[in-house]
């Protein structure tokens, strides 16, 4: 290793949660649970037993609630099945010393009435149509114009991100990600694009970030704040969610958050996939400066500029995407200097094993060359 890398290998705490390096592996959905239960199997489990030399594994988007299904075979964690499969994928882990985090989600609009229960339409804070396709069992389908959220439904969606936060727990996870990033329901609540509400929880900036606090809280309640994190996406136009004037809103919601004494902020920093620097994106250093905890970086990294970035206080730690996903061994090819291998787009989302767990080592790599 150089000695420029050194910083990504310094152990961290955050809050209840021990990092023994500072690679985190980001959430990947890859739509592989299975098809009828949404429950976890081996296979998931031996795809992040392979990944568990990470600093901190966050596994993939996980719906709290069948209502916050937004694509085919994403895993959930509402039933018992569920909690059993996940606890498959725990053990594995921890088996290698891990550790591991569960990502709540709610997608709202991003989904279709194909994946909804009883075929109805998915929910959002207003009913505004967003662009772009939904994943479905079928096929790719155009996104559909929302029902919009009554005032009285909110507190049951609430209280889930409580329980689905003690299922995560009841399943071994070590904690949880509040997903409130690229644009599913708690960005949508955020951002003035997808919010035209006009009670408690739309209009002025505490009110469009009263259901995150609040969904956040529930977590914080049933699990302990040291064992709560965040993820936000402040600039991405991700799922076309978008705010007119996003640096004021986001800095409160991340002052709030610091209030709150959470173990972790994680921020997609730029364009999701995309560009670190979009057009008209703020400084996000603001967020950084207004959370006391730590503060995970995401999107576009390098091993170099994670490293720089961990060495100069810019961030604590860096979650890492794309690379993991062809790079079971990340840690220990940044470590060595290894060449990183590329992954196949194709296999990214459902399937089986292929493009999933079948990515080797440079160890591995390297023995069949031999
Ligand atoms: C296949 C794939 C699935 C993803 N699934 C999720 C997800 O479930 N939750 C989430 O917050 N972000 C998700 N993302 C975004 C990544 O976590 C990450 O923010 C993005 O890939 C940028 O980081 P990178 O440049 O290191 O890949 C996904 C990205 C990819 C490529």
Redesign the pocket.
């Known amino acids: 290793m150089t000695d420029t890398l050194d910083p990504l290998f310094q152990p961290l705490k955050a809050g209840a949660l021990n990092l023994r390096n500072r690679i985190v592996m980001?959430?990947?959905?890859?739509s592989r649970a299975d098809h009828k239960t949404l429950a976890p199997r081996q296979i998931n489990a031996d795809y992040y037993g392979q990944r568990a030399s990470a600093g901190m594994i966050i596994a993939?988007?996980t719906q709290i609630m069948p209502e916050g299904q937004g694509y085919a075979w994403t895993p959930g964690i509402y039933s018992d099945e569920q909690i059993a499969g996940w606890k498959l994928v725990t053990d594995a882990v921890h088996a290698k010393g891990g550790t591991i985090v569960l990502?709540l989600?709610h997608v709202g609009r991003i989904s279709h009435r194909d994946l909804q229960p009883g075929g109805k339409l998915p929910v959002a804070p207003s009913a505004v149509k967003p662009e772009g396709k939904a994943f479905t069992e079928t096929g790719f389908k155009d996104l559909e114009t929302p029902r919009a959220l009554e005032l009285d439904e909110i507190p049951g969606i609430v209280a889930q991100y409580g329980q689905a936060s003690k299922n995560a727990i009841a399943a071994g996870f070590d904690g949880v990600e509040v997903?409130g990033?690229?644009g599913y329901l708690l960005d949508q609540f955020l951002r003035d694009k997808t919010n035209l509400r006009t009670d408690a929880y739309g209009g002025s900036i505490p009110n469009r970030a009263r259901f995150l606090l609040e969904a956040t809280q529930a977590a914080v309640d049933a699990i302990g704040k040291e064992r709560v994190g965040i993820?936000l996406s402040p600039v991405s136009p991700a799922n076309d969610c978008a705010d007119s004037n996003p640096e004021p809103l986001f800095t409160y919601v991340t002052e709030k958050l610091s209030e709150m004494g959470l173990a972790f902020l994680h921020v997609?920093e730029g364009e999701?996939?995309g560009s670190r620097a979009p057009e008209g994106a703020f400084d996000l250093s603001v967020l950084r400066k207004a959370f006391k905890g730590v503060y995970i970086g995401?999107?576009?990294?390098d091993p170099k500029l994670a490293a720089a970035r961990v060495a100069n206080g810019e961030v604590d730690a860096v979650?890492?995407?794309?690379?993991f996903?062809a790079n079971p061994d990340l840690v220990e090819r940044i470590r060595d200097g290894a060449p990183l291998a590329q992954p196949d787009e194709a296999t990214?989302?459902g399937g089986d094993a292929k493009g999933y767990v079948d990515y080797p080592t440079y160890r591995e790599a390297d023995a069949k060359v031999a």
Not at 26 to 30: I, K, Q
Not at 319 to 323: D, E, K
């Open positions: 980001a959430p990947l959905t890859r993939e988007a990502q989600w997903h990033a690229n993820r997609i999701t996939r995401n999107n576009g990294y979650a890492f995407g794309r690379p996903i990214f989302y």
